[in-house]
């Protein structure tokens, strides 16, 4: 079966240990998770945790079936690229001699479409959001300019299609009274 990128999102309780609880399931079955964040959702007091792997479709379906297990989490969903619109976001810490110093990289600036977030006599900084190998490009096309640091977010998604959390919740809420 053929092997493709899925991204996972997980709603669930702010709790401790539950990342390490997650990321077990995948240490157990051997997946490598290709990119990872987390940051509070749509809903208040929900958490969200959007995770990106490689693998094939019957192996993801099993995947959200363990995670759904997990006490804290709320629900688990699984969608292919095309089925997101999602977008990561990098910074670039360069040398501030190149920029006064060197024409070019302000062209690769202005062409990249990326921000600079701030500068410094020692050096400048650059942002830039984008698809992977946008940001992944920018950081070769800096790499002669004397790039000091370079970070990477995870994936950052949401899907073309309602996901229907809130009802699932108002459910879940309604149920429980």
Known sequence: MEQKIFTISVYTENNVGLLNRISAIFLKRHINIESFSTSQSEIKDVFRFVIVVKMTAEKV???VKQIEKQVDVIRAFYHTDEETIFQENALYKVKSSALFEERQIQNIIKESHSNIVTVSPEFFVIEK?????????????LEPYGLLQFVRSGRISVTKAKMGISEILNTFK????
């Open 61 to 63: 379906v099993k995947i």
């Open 174 to 177: 309604n149920n429980n009274k």
């Open 129 to 141: 959001t984008g698809f992977r190998n946008e940001t992944e490009q920018l950081r070769k096309d």
